[in-house]
């Protein structure tokens, strides 16, 4: 995946990729999001599965069981790469507004 290629992530989901660092299934992963974002992030199911939905579409995860009714998911190496440059993406982000917030000047 080139930078070319990438197009950033919602917040919800930078944050369901973060989750999946280990397979998980839906309640599993509210409960993550939950705990990774230190409570900031509560997710709801119609959210969390509209997210899990665009998710395998573009390949960033897979669906790796189901049994009955729970459904365990996991990332790929695309969603992998995709976690990274969004990380990098945001701490480029949070560099540039520093100037900014401590009164420098980049330019």
Aim: net charge positive; no cysteine.
């Amino acid at each position: 995946m080139g930078n070319s290629d990438y197009t950033p992530m919602t917040e919800a989901m930078y944050y369901v990729l973060l989750a999946l660092s280990t397979p998980l299934h839906g309640y599993a992963m509210m409960e993550a999001v939950q705990r990774v974002s230190s409570g900031r992030i509560k997710m709801g199911p119609g959210t969390l599965y509209g997210i899990l939905k665009r998710l395998q579409k573009n390949h960033l995860i897979f669906l790796e069981e189901a049994d009955g009714r729970r459904k365990v998911y996991q990332i790929t190496n695309l969603g992998r790469e995709a976690l990274e440059l969004e990380y990098k993406r945001l701490i480029s982000m949070v560099e540039d507004g520093a100037w900014i917030v401590r009164g420098g000047d980049k330019a």
